[in-house]
């Protein structure tokens, strides 16, 4: 107290220009924060896109290895039955089994190749009154429960019962009603009969299989890597276009004969990077006859009556052996050029996502560490 008054003490104003470097360093501060932050966030972007990237390049490589792509049709016309199979895929060993009748059923000729176990895997097959079959890979799609039928794949395949028991389409189709396929098809079945009757199973829009028919008397029905069932018109493409207009002609200046059919399947025929075509074969169904092609050597085909080749007795040989030693080389040639190729692209695919897959972690790290230091 001093002449009875209060003396109020406060701390000295800072001057004006410390304030003001004040004020700034808070500003850089804030400004410094969002850019660590947009820095995260990209950086958090980055190894979301690298590592979709590396999963998507793994899924084309494993999904091509794995994948038969394949474009079958069955064409009738004048009281001629043509059914033709390009086989597309990846193997090198191909083979041709012969079964004759027994009392396991009917006799029959399989085209496929050799495990790596060795013991055969056929993938198509005609039998000894003229049923043929053969599958395209398909867009995987669900079925609905189907517990209760009198078969399953789980006792015994759908293809070994119509190929020893079934000797026209309708009849497959009625042990596939009967049949239990799982949960889900990957796959749909082009089946044809000696009268020219043909049918493609798939899996249907609601769950149930779908049962896709060929016009009678005459016409044709086709098949390639999209579900005949259901789908969009993008997913046509190139070979069912090609195939179906090449079909077209026939009845008019063009007649349906085993070498035209072969020409169908040339037209159709696949050297990609990702497959190619290991074999071709147009089977006349009523006079029990098969005309086939090697590696895609279409200079040269072989033909089998198959009552003639069931009565030589059950075997397998290479198929290989049914040509020229030209073509069987040349064959084997072209092939080797595309499993080179396809392994270096496999090879390229990995590096490349080895190094996303390094790129990522580096990100990852650098991203952790900057978190750490703020």
């Not at 406060?10 to 004020?23: D, F, N, Q």
């Amino acid at each position: 107290m001093t002449d009875g008054r209060r003396l109020l003490f406060s701390r000295p104003e800072a001057p004006v220009l410390g304030r003001e470097r004040v004020r700034q360093g808070i500003c850089v501060e804030r400004r410094l924060k969002r850019v660590h932050k947009k820095r995260r966030v990209s950086y958090g972007t980055a190894v979301v896109a690298m590592a979709l990237l590396a999963v998507c390049l793994w899924r084309i490589v494993t999904e091509a290895t794995a994948t038969p792509s394949c474009t079958i049709f069955t064409a009738v016309s004048n009281g001629q039955v043509l059914f033709g199979n390009n086989e597309d895929h990846h193997q090198r060993e191909l083979l041709v089994g012969f079964r004759p009748a027994s009392s396991e059923g009917y006799g029959a000729v399989y085209f496929g190749h050799r495990r790596r176990d060795g013991t055969p895997q056929y993938e198509g097959a005609v039998n000894q009154f003229g049923l043929a079959w053969d599958i395209n890979s398909a867009p995987r799609a669900r079925l609905n429960p189907q517990a209760g039928r009198a078969r399953s794949k789980s006792d015994e395949s759908y293809f070994g019962i119509i190929t020893r028991r079934a000797t026209t389409a309708e009849g497959a189709i009625r042990i596939a009603k009967d049949f239990d396929f799982g949960d889900s098809m990957a796959y749909q079945i082009h089946i044809a009969d000696a009268s020219g009757d043909a049918v493609i199973i798939g899996a249907g829009a609601d769950g149930e299989l779908a049962f896709t028919r060929i016009a009678r008397p005459e016409g044709h029905l086709v098949s390639t890597n999209f579900n005949r069932a259901d789908y969009k018109a993008s997913e046509v493409g190139w070979r069912y276009e090609t195939a179906m207009e090449m079909l077209g002609e026939v009845g008019g200046n063009q007649s349906l004969t085993p070498g035209y059919a072969t020409s169908v399947l040339n037209a159709v025929h696949l050297n990609m990077l990702t497959t190619y075509t290991l074999y071709s074969n147009v089977v006349d169904l009523p006079n029990k006859a098969i005309y086939l092609n090697y590696m895609s050597q279409y200079g040269e085909t072989a033909i089998l009556d198959i009552a003639e080749e069931l009565a030589k007795g059950a075997r397998v040989v290479s198929m290989r052996e049914l040509f020229s030693a030209e073509t069987a080389s040349a064959g084997d040639i072209a092939y080797g050029r595309f499993e080179r190729r396809f392994t270096s692209a496999k090879v390229g695919v990995v590096a490349t996502g080895v190094a996303i897959l390094g790129g990522t972690a580096l990100l990852v790290l650098r991203l952790l560490r900057r978190r750490l230091d703020s």
